[in-house]
């Protein structure tokens, strides 16, 4: 199984300001996502970040806010830009590890809070 | 579009009680189906997947879920519940291999009852 980790674990922000996250994995993945989980809601696919590509960012969510790297086959960051209220969420990093069923992983979550 | 369903918000059981959490998807071809629990404060941890063959599928912690294309269902079970149990499930639907991004239920929180 692969393990992720995520930093922050949590963080509380200013209005306007930007944060990164970073998502580390043990193994190399092709494939890597980020997920928002609003408070008390499902968790909504922002994009897909693949290594020696830009990232693929489904509805409603553009790189401008959220820019994301993947230089590597074991990391990835996501920066949540301009930050308002709204973007209080947990973020949450995944993988598919293609070497054991395809199973997804998931980070364990930065819970970000904007004032 | 995949879509996924999850009509309870939330149930409460006793423990030792045996459990059923409900979730219906919708998609045009054979679905990839997950159930993932997320205890509070954690991250997501995947309990059980299908992907083909044997409908019903065994999952960690005792629990199992079964796929029932003619209903679009793939419900989780377990038999007895425990009070680590209580947690957040999610049932998830991915198009196909190669391009895992899923598509999540609003969850069903689940609170277990001395």
């Known amino acids: 199984s692969a393990v992720i980790s995520q930093k922050p674990s949590r963080d509380i922000c200013q209005r306007g300001t930007s944060l990164t996250i970073q998502c580390q994995v043990d193994s190399q993945v092709t494939m890597m996502f980020w997920y928002r989980q609003q408070p008390g809601q499902s968790l909504t696919l922002i994009a897909t970040?693949?290594?020696?590509?830009?990232?693929?960012?489904e509805s409603g969510f553009v790189i401008d806010k959220f820019p994301i790297s993947r230089p590597n086959l074991t990391f990835s960051t996501l920066t949540v830009s301009n930050m308002s209220p709204e973007d209080s969420s947990i973020y949450l990093c995944s993988v598919a590890d293609r070497t054991t069923n395809e199973k997804l992983f998931f980070g364990s979550g930065t819970q970000l809070s904007v004032l | 579009a995949q879509s996924v369903t999850q009509p309870d918000i939330h149930i409460t059981v006793s423990e030792g009680a045996s459990l059923e959490l409900r979730c219906n998807y919708s998609y045009g071809a054979t679905p990839y189906l997950f159930w993932y629990v997320q205890s509070p404060g954690q991250g997501l941890q995947l309990l059980l997947k299908?992907?083909?063959?044997?409908?019903l599928v065994q999952g960690i912690k005792g629990f199992e879920a079964e796929f029932k294309r003619s209903q679009s269902s793939f419900n989780l079970r377990k038999p007895s519940v425990h009070w680590s149990d209580a947690a957040e499930y999610f049932c998830?639907?991915?198009?196909?291999?190669?391009?895992?991004?899923?598509?999540f239920g609003t969850g069903t929180r689940l609170t277990i009852i001395p």
């Open positions: 998830a639907v991915g198009a196909n291999f190669g391009n895992e991004k899923l598509t």
């Open positions: 299908y992907f083909s063959g044997d409908t």
């Open positions: 970040a693949n290594q020696g590509s830009e990232a693929t960012y």
